[in-house]
Every structure is written in structure tokens, then in C-alpha cells.
């Protein structure tokens, strides 16, 4: 995922640049989780809420206010050692608003 995202992250242009930097980040945050990687999970988990936070609500459908609060829990479980399979730990799902279709980014 991260290799196809990465590839659309380049061509784009602010602000849609930094909100899939921001997804990338979260994305590979995950996969440091799955990899025994806590620390790497956090510093990551840490730059998306940094890329994604000035583009809350809700940016072009994606509901980037609930990622974000389901990103915290997954970042301080992270940082207290818990893994994705422990069952306090809340799921991370993000939800899409409708979403109009445009144009491609020039």
C-alpha cells in the first residue's frame, strides 16, 4: 500500500499532498504495530496527526476528525506496549462522508 500511495503522493500538489502524507504515515505506523515496533508506530502515528489535523472535519470525504480520534487510541496503546490484537485497543476504520466526484488534480 505504501509504495502505491507514495507514488500518488508525489504528483500531488498541497493541500491534497499532505493529507495522503499524513495517511501514508498512519498507514506505515500500522505496519510498525504488526512488526513489534512501538516506538516507530508512535513517531509516525505522530507525523499523520500533524499532515492530517489542519484538514479536519472532513476533507474531500474522508472523515478525518474520527480517524484521528481512532488514531490516538492506537498511538497511546503503542506507547504503553499494547498491540492490535489486544481487545482494548479500538479498531482503526476510516469512514468516507459522500464524496462528489472532480476533476483529476492538474
Excluded: Y
Excluded at 488514531?71 to 462528489?100: K, N
Aim: proline letters at 9%.
Amino acid at each position: 500500500v505504501h509504495e502505491v500511495l507514495e507514488a500518488i503522493w508525489l504528483e500531488l500538489a498541497d493541500p491534497e499532498r499532505s493529507v495522503v502524507q499524513g495517511l501514508i504515515q498512519i498507514a506505515v505506523a500500522m505496519h510498525h504495530l504488526a512488526h513489534a515496533n512501538p516506538r516507530g508506530a508512535v513517531s509516525l502515528f505522530a507525523a499523520g496527526r500533524v499532515k492530517l489535523g489542519p484538514h479536519r472535519p472532513i476533507f474531500r470525504g474522508v472523515d478525518l476528525s474520527a480517524l484521528l480520534a481512532d488514531v490516538a487510541g492506537w498511538e497511546a496503546a503503542a506507547a504503553a506496549g499494547a498491540w492490535p490484537t489486544d481487545p482494548s485497543v479500538p479498531p482503526l476504520v476510516v469512514s468516507f462522508s459522500s464524496v462528489r466526484a472532480r476533476p483529476p488534480c492538474a
